[in-house]
């Protein structure tokens, strides 16, 4: 449930700007309010549900826990800053985008996939041509060039990117039914040694398609929120509400 304000605003971000593009939202242990109130404001959205059962167990990075004002974070050995915890639940939503990529790929020549606080500020389908002939594009750390932000995969439909997505929907499936849980390897690190090990052509995506502050550009198809720093930047604040409230 708090993540609901976020899709609500970045679905109105979307239907504004860029108003051709198919969308698929997958909701996990969601209100059938909330698909109501989806399918009120937007037409061209599809809704796919999922129940998962949630134990409520937190889990806790090698390197956490973290105590800060009474709220316990992870860090990120990658991005030096704190996350909030995660719980079973959380993974979950997080690493079926994988699962869901794959199944799109069947429909659909290209999927982008951008996480819940994605502003979408342009058109995504007028500057899908960059990613062309490529079989991903991914957005990579500036100081990190191997650690792609699984935030925004763009995927192409090729066998090496179906392969590749079937693979990573595998390894976090098996994860999550063992239990045996890496929080500390990140779906980054792994996604970029599958493009690696199957000799994917990746497409480097610069900060016009993820733009993550800390001061945003007004040229950025996509602004981000990143991490907890999100709900200090009053940039990012001010575009969220603005699609917030249409």
């Known amino acids: 449930p708090k993540y609901i304000k976020y899709l609500y605003s970045l ?3 979307i239907t504004t700007n860029d108003q051709k593009i198919p969308v698929h939202v997958r909701l996990i242990n969601s209100t059938s309010c909330v698909a109501r109130e989806i399918e009120r404001r937007h037409k061209n959205v599809m809704i796919q549900h999922d129940q998962f059962e949630d134990q409520n167990t937190q889990l806790i990075n090698h390197q956490g826990p973290h105590i800060t004002r009474g709220i316990k974070y992870l860090l990120s050995r990658h991005r030096k800053e704190v996350w909030g915890v995660y719980t079973l639940e959380a993974f979950y939503s997080c690493m079926i985008k994988y699962d869901t990529i794959c199944h799109l790929l069947n429909t659909y020549g ?3 996939y951008v996480d819940v606080d994605t502003i979408v500020r342009g058109s995504i389908s007028s500057n899908i041509n960059e990613v062309r002939g490529f079989d991903m ?11 792609p932000h699984a935030g925004l995969i763009a995927a192409n ?9 079937r693979n990573m929907s595998k390894y976090f499936e098996q994860a999550i039914s063992s239990g045996d849980v890496k929080i500390g390897e ?14 994917m052509s990746v497409c480097r995506l610069s900060d016009k398609w993820k733009d993550e502050g800390h001061e945003f550009q007004d040229s950025s198809i996509m602004w981000s929120g990143r991490s907890e720093r999100k709900h200090e930047n009053k940039q990012y604040i001010q575009e969220y509400e603005k699609y917030l409230n249409k």
């Open 157 to 165: 439909n090729s066998d090496k990117t179906k392969n590749c997505m």
């Open 137 to 147: 594009g991914l957005y990579f750390d500036k100081k990190i060039d191997s650690f």
């Open 110 to 112: 290209n999927v982008v």
């Open 11 to 13: 679905l109105s971000s």
């Open 186 to 199: 990140g779906d980054g690190d792994r996604l970029y040694s599958n493009c690696v090990n199957t000799l």
